[in-house]
């Protein structure tokens, strides 16, 4: 119960912070966008036991809070890994300048698609490796998090102006899930 409650407290964190955020804004679909989809697998049914988490989507998602729990750390070492099917698909592009980018919740959770200097963790402790296994040593939330803008189920937030070079994305609720994209010069 003790996770759960540092989850809600993260969640409302996050919440209060959901008006922020730069160059993020809601999308006009330009056929020479690049895409980016935000994925998990979210069972309705268990995810939402306790409160809402997870929007029924058209696909049936079926990971059980538990599955997703049981691959949160290595079997080998106490690092967070996350659950495979809670990712950022592509995990790298590489796009032209002047090209914008588009990040598609196609999964039933929030998430957030949050530029960070270097990849962290995020707002959500348990997440971050907060009361993991013994020896875990969590992650260290992205500053950027602080600022980072929710992308409720089924919506698409787009960036632009991005200059060139290598930027990484990362979801400050699952930090896990992450991208690279590479600006041409
Ligand atoms: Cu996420």
Partial sequence: MRRLALLV??????????????R???AQVHSNDADIALVDNCDPATFNATRPLCTQTPHKLDTT???FQALLFSQLAANIIGHPAWQFSPGYISIRAGQTVRAIN???EDHTFTEVAAFGGGLVPPLNGVNGP???VPLVPAPACSSSTI??????VQVAGLA??????????????????DVEH
Avoid: D, N, Y
């Fill in 9 to 22: 407290g993260g969640l409302v964190v996050l919440v209060g912070l959901w008006a922020f955020g730069a």
């Fill in 134 to 136: 013994a020896g875990t």
């Fill in 65 to 67: 809070f538990a599955e």
């Fill in 164 to 181: 060139p070079g290598v930027h990484k994305f990362q979801c400050c609720i699952h930090p896990w899930m992450r991208a690279v994209v």
């Fill in 24 to 26: 993020v804004t809601t």
């Fill in 151 to 156: 992308v409720p189920s089924g919506e698409t």
């Fill in 106 to 108: 196609a999964g039933g």
